[in-house]
């Protein structure tokens, strides 16, 4: 059996990458998921009102599980075998360490548009492709249907 991370930040792309899975078991892959978040370092500012890291890693604790709600919950809906992963830093490098600490053999991801800041900055789905020890699956929005209603059909499934 696959063990498959499936980063996600809480929108509604994030879930295109969830539903990618799902296609793939109900085709008869046997896969389990790790459902993964990853927070931005703290800011001077925050490390300064916090006084306390431990205080600002149980924040970005609670806010990564809060973003992976509705991915977990549509997983766990179908049956599926599925963990979570949180960390504090770099996306594409925190992830590449989520993939090695689980023992993953793929991630399943979303392809956000490529736009001025991906050009310039690089985007974290090309940074996983370039950095990944393992195969990276990306999915792409359908071209004929927004990813509104793509969701809605996502979460009809589940009972969401």
């Not at 929108?11 to 295109?16: D, I, K, N, P, R």
């Not at 149980?58 to 992976?68: C, F, K, T």
């Not at 709600?69 to 989520?98: C, F, I, K, Y």
């Not at 927004?146 to 499934?157: K, M, R, S, Y």
Request: with cysteine; aromatic share 2%; hydrophobic share 50%.
């Amino acid at each position: 059996m696959i063990k498959i991370l499936i980063p996600v930040d809480g929108s509604e792309h994030a879930l295109l990458a969830v539903r990618h899975a799902l296609r793939l078991v109900s085709a008869g892959l046997k896969a389990r998921f790790v459902v993964a978040n990853v927070q931005e370092t703290a800011t001077l500012y925050e490390l300064m009102v916090a006084h306390d890291p431990a205080v600002l890693e149980q924040v970005n604790e609670a806010a990564g599980h809060d973003l992976m709600r509705s991915a977990v919950h549509l997983l766990q809906a179908a049956g599926l075998s599925v963990t979570q992963d949180t960390a504090t830093g770099d996306p594409a490098n925190m992830l590449v360490e989520m993939v090695e600490r689980n023992g993953c053999e793929a991630v399943i991801m979303t392809a956000h548009g490529g736009g001025l800041r991906a050009a310039v900055l690089g985007s974290v789905s090309q940074e996983m492709v370039r950095l990944s020890p393992v195969p990276v699956t990306l999915v792409k929005p359908p071209v004929d249907e927004p990813v509104d209603d793509a969701v809605d059909d996502i979460a009809g499934e589940a009972g969401i």
